[in-house]
């Protein structure tokens, strides 16, 4: 069986079509998986255009399905069924995939299904790496969130935190626009901060020892927080009277990166510990960090419990992993109907 899956949330147009194995370990293959990026759009800017991305979806969807089928030498007889994303992400984004494809499903009489964003990014890993060993806590970490899930069985996804206010994600597209660094942030601040001293900046870390008043059904003790962080640079920044030197950026592109990492990874390994994990993952599109990628490896290796990454591609937004999650889900008999509608705030 191969599912063709759908990824408009945000700004990234992608198609993909993946495919069952009949391997229970490694339940799926790639067969293709087309991306394009809208970055250069919203660069200049310095983040995304919520109505700009929508108009470039909509010029984009066509050809990328298409291409997506193309390159996986199959056309629309070939599939067994339809995944798309039908949230969290914009609005507008969202309706694009959402309403491309209910018209294909219904023009090419396929079964839709509808899929969570973050359950897409939480099966990369099994897209990647086959199932992982279970029970599991997967870090998701994203430019919109950043949460904990526990997972007990396939396709289950059980909340355990999430951040109070900024995403990891966020938080570096932040920072990197107050240094004066281009969007997204991610990437150019994993960058310099390969040359930064990551000790030469003091900034604070967050701890959260109460529940949220807007979530009292969570602990609260594994919630992340980065807003205070990203105040801490822009005072550091305003401090100085003259624009910071080439040094002075770099060093708080790593001392930034230092505790962002180090408080990602310290809650994922506490959480595993409570939950009694025997294995811990992390995906999303900080997951292509790559002081996190090197420190998750060198934790789990101390700790002796097996550690799972997405490759770099799947890492960010794509549709191979909606396609993932769709698949997990049509075996499991959920289908959605035609009168599907997209969902900018879908919980997991
Ligand atoms: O998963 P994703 O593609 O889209 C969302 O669902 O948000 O994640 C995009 C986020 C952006 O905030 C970007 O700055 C961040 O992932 N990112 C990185 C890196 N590459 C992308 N953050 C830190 N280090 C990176 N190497
Ligand atoms: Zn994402």
């Known amino acids: 069986m191969r599912i063709l899956g759908i990824e408009t949330s945000c700004d990234e147009t992608s198609a993909a079509v993946v495919e069952e194995t009949g391997d229970a370990a490694k339940p799926w293959t790639i067969r293709s998986n087309v991306i394009a990026s809208q970055v250069q759009i919203h660069r200049?800017?310095?983040?995304?255009?919520?109505?700009?991305?929508?108009?470039?979806?909509?010029?984009?969807?066509c050809g990328v399905?298409?291409?997506?089928?193309?390159?996986?030498?199959?056309?629309?007889?070939?599939?067994?069924?339809?995944?798309?994303?039908?949230?969290?992400?914009?609005?507008?984004?969202?309706?694009?995939?959402?309403?491309?494809?209910?018209?294909?499903?219904?023009?090419?009489?396929?079964?839709?299904?509808?899929?969570?964003?973050?359950?897409?990014?939480?099966?990369?890993?099994?897209?990647?790496?086959g199932?992982?060993?279970?029970?599991?806590?997967?870090?998701?970490?994203?430019?919109?969130?950043?949460?904990?899930?526990?997972?007990?069985?396939?396709?289950?996804?059980?909340?355990l935190s999430r951040t109070r206010d900024d995403a990891a994600g966020e938080a570096y597209d932040k920072v990197a626009k107050l240094l004066g660094l281009p969007y997204p942030g991610g990437p150019v601040i994993d960058r310099l901060a390969t040359i930064g001293n990551d000790r030469a900046v003091a900034l604070p870390t967050t701890r959260l020892t109460h529940?949220?008043?807007?979530?009292?059904?969570?602990?609260?003790?594994?919630?992340?927080?980065?807003?205070?962080?990203?105040?801490?640079?822009?005072?550091?920044?305003?401090?100085?009277?003259?624009?910071?030197?080439?040094?002075?950026?770099?060093?708080?592109?790593?001392?930034?990166?230092?505790?962002?990492?180090?408080?990602?990874?310290?809650?994922?390994?506490?959480?595993?510990?409570?939950?009694?994990?025997?294995?811990?993952?992390?995906?999303?599109?900080?997951?292509?960090?790559?002081r996190l990628r090197a420190e998750l490896q060198e934790r789990g290796a101390r700790r002796e419990i097996p550690t799972f990454l997405p490759s770099l591609q799947l890492s960010t937004d794509n549709a191979a992993m909606i396609a993932a999650a769709g698949l997990r889900k049509f075996r499991a008999g959920v289908t959605a109907s035609l009168d599907l509608n997209a969902d900018a705030a879908l919980s997991l």
Do not use: C
């Not at 200049?44 to 969807?61: C, F, M, N, T, Y």
């Open 44 to 61: 200049e800017w310095g983040g995304v255009v919520p109505e700009l991305a929508s108009r470039q979806h909509i010029r984009d969807i």
């Open 65 to 129: 399905v298409e291409r997506a089928l193309t390159e996986a030498r199959m056309t629309w007889e070939d599939l067994g069924a339809l995944a798309v994303t039908q949230g969290p992400g914009l609005v507008g984004s969202l309706l694009v995939g959402v309403s491309f494809a209910k018209a294909a499903a219904a023009a090419a009489e396929l079964p839709l299904v509808a899929v969570h964003h973050l359950a897409g990014h939480i099966e990369s890993l099994v897209l990647q790496n």
């Open 131 to 159: 199932e992982l060993p279970l029970p599991s806590v997967v870090l998701v970490v994203s430019g919109g969130h950043t949460s904990l899930y526990l997972i007990e069985r396939p396709g289950s996804y059980h909340l």
């Open 211 to 290: 529940a949220d008043r807007n979530a009292p059904q969570l602990k609260g003790d594994l919630d992340f927080s980065f807003s205070g962080l990203k105040t801490a640079v822009l005072r550091y920044v305003r401090s100085h009277t003259r624009p910071l030197s080439e040094t002075e950026v770099a060093d708080v592109a790593a001392s930034f990166q230092r505790i962002v990492v180090t408080s990602l990874i310290e809650k994922l390994f506490d959480a595993a510990r409570r939950y009694g994990a025997n294995s811990v993952g992390i995906s999303g599109g900080v997951s292509a960090n790559s």
